[in-house]
């Protein structure tokens, strides 16, 4: 199989199988700070205040899996009979796409280990956690290109425009946090976090052209390609193809015992305060995730070219555009040709950056059963940050059960409704949450229709054990 086609495997491989295994959106902690009484209230913001005396969490503590899909909808892929899918349609899926910036966000979080514990007005913490990021955006014409064939794409001032982006990085951090209360109504707080990168791989193909001469039929392109990878796992990266192998299940669940962890280090920052103003209100504000990863022994591979001839006359007919083409051969000479070929050779080192976010919010509480929280916040996607807000209720329940209900209008992610459950019972903190509650409508149903009906698909859930009633 050549390497074209494994780069087109690779893509419907991380829409399919990444996208339905795990996937972030743009809410992706934010349960944590609605259940109030949750030992981990402090995830997005170490400034919020933790009311018990001690916290130890531990494989099970926090687990995030979810999806972010903005492009692949499941009743767009299929052709339909009485609500019954029959078939894929190629088309109807197409012409679904936008032109640019179709996207699928992938995540993965897990805390290996979490201990926290209380000094007077001092409350210290240190976590380890393992994550995953798989970012993928394409065009519209890198799927037409692939099922219409180049007879759809004829002249100068038609090209197509073969654009794939991706960004996946597999790491661990480790931080270190400190909460101070200054005051009854002031608490700040700090989470340094070092971090150690296992695997990265990076495609960013911005200017792509495919041309076909209407008169000839032979085919050029204009190229400016640009791959990075690197890898501790032990995972030989010396072909494109290679990159599928790193960011499967057995890569993550090796990832722990296996990883090189002073290889490829980074360094990251959490900080920001909550200020209690009344009885009522209450106001905070964060900064998550500022911070990079330096990644060594990187494997590269740089194309940037014009015009360069690819394939002349695969089709012999007009008539034939369609049915004659001479697929392998086209994308053979497209790689050799293009591309030179499929090999990663050595390169230098790169850094790749977290995806930062920066948050705001003020709540109001007529009691502990009724709290409405306004939150506003800008989420960094590749070199843009994208603004959503979110007005949400939470309540507090006997001291032993918490509840949360959101609502989300994003303009990368959309809308959405989530929900979210927490329940203490002495040292037992169980919670489960979700950022689009209408995915549970989904369950039992086959994984291409979970992962792809709707924009979001989140699911966090974890069991803590504490230290000491949560203070009133």
């Known amino acids: ?226 791959i990075r990878t690197s890898s501790v796992l032990g995972i030989n990266m010396g072909r494109i193809g290679d990159i599928t192998n790193v960011f499967n299940a057995d890569s993550i669940g090796n990832a722990i015992g296996k990883g090189s962890y002073a290889e490829n280090l980074g360094f990251g920052i959490d900080f920001g305060a909550s200020y209690v103003i009344n009885e009522h209100w209450g106001v905070s504000a964060s900064v998550c995730d500022l911070g990079f990863i330096k990644w060594k022994n990187a494997m590269v591979k740089s194309v940037d070219v014009e015009n360069t001839q690819v394939v002349a006359q695969v089709i012999e007919d007009i008539s034939n555009i369609n049915i004659g083409i001479d697929y392998k051969s086209m994308i053979d000479n497209l790689l050799k040709n293009v591309w030179g070929n499929d090999s990663l050779f050595n390169g230098d080192s790169y850094k790749t950056y977290l995806n930062t976010r920066v948050m705001v919010d003020g709540y109001y509480e007529l009691n502990p059963m009724l709290r409405i929280t306004a939150i506003g916040q800008l989420c960094k996607h590749r070199d843009r940050m994208y603004p959503s807000f979110t007005l949400a209720y939470s309540g507090s329940f006997f001291r032993h059960i918490n509840v949360a209900a959101d609502f989300t209008v994003s303009k990368y992610s959309g809308t959405s409704v989530g929900l979210g459950f927490g329940f203490h019972f002495g040292p037992i903190n169980f919670y489960a949450a979700t950022d689009n509650v209408m995915m549970l409508s989904k369950i039992g149903k086959s994984t291409v229709e979970m992962a792809t009906s709707y924009n979001t698909a989140d699911l966090r859930l974890g069991l803590v054990l504490t230290i000491g009633k949560p203070e009133k």
């Not at 996208?19 to 992706?28: I, P, T």
């Not at 018990?52 to 926090?62: A, D, L, T």
Request: proline share 3%.
């Open 1 to 226: 199989m050549n390497a074209m086609k494994k780069i087109y495997r690779l893509f419907f491989a991380v829409i399919f199988v990444l996208a339905a295994f795990s996937a972030e959106a743009q809410n992706e902690g934010l349960a944590l700070s609605l259940l109030r009484d949750m030992p981990y209230n402090n995830y997005l913001n170490p400034g919020n205040r933790v009311k018990y005396k001690g916290i130890v969490g531990f494989g099970i503590s926090n687990i995030n899996l979810g999806v972010l899909n903005t492009s692949i909808k499941y009743d767009n892929i299929y052709m339909f009979e009485n609500g019954i899918p029959v078939a894929i349609d190629a088309n109807k899926f197409i012409q679904s796409l936008n032109d640019k910036d179709n996207s699928v966000k992938a995540d993965f979080s897990l805390d290996i280990l979490n201990a926290g514990f209380r000094v007077k007005k001092l409350f210290f913490n240190i976590d380890w956690r393992l994550k995953m990021n798989a970012d993928l955006d394409y065009s519209k014409d890198f799927v037409g290109f692939f099922i219409l064939g180049n007879g759809n794409y004829m002249g100068l001032d038609n090209p197509a425009d073969f654009n794939i982006n991706t960004d996946a990085t597999l790491y661990s951090e480790v931080g270190v946090g400190a909460q101070y209360e200054i005051n009854d109504k002031l608490t700040v707080g700090v989470r340094p976090k070092l971090l150690f990168g296992l695997a990265n791989a990076g495609i960013n193909s911005d200017r792509t052209r495919i041309y076909t001469d209407p008169d000839t039929y032979g085919i050029s392109a204009s190229v400016d390609l640009d």
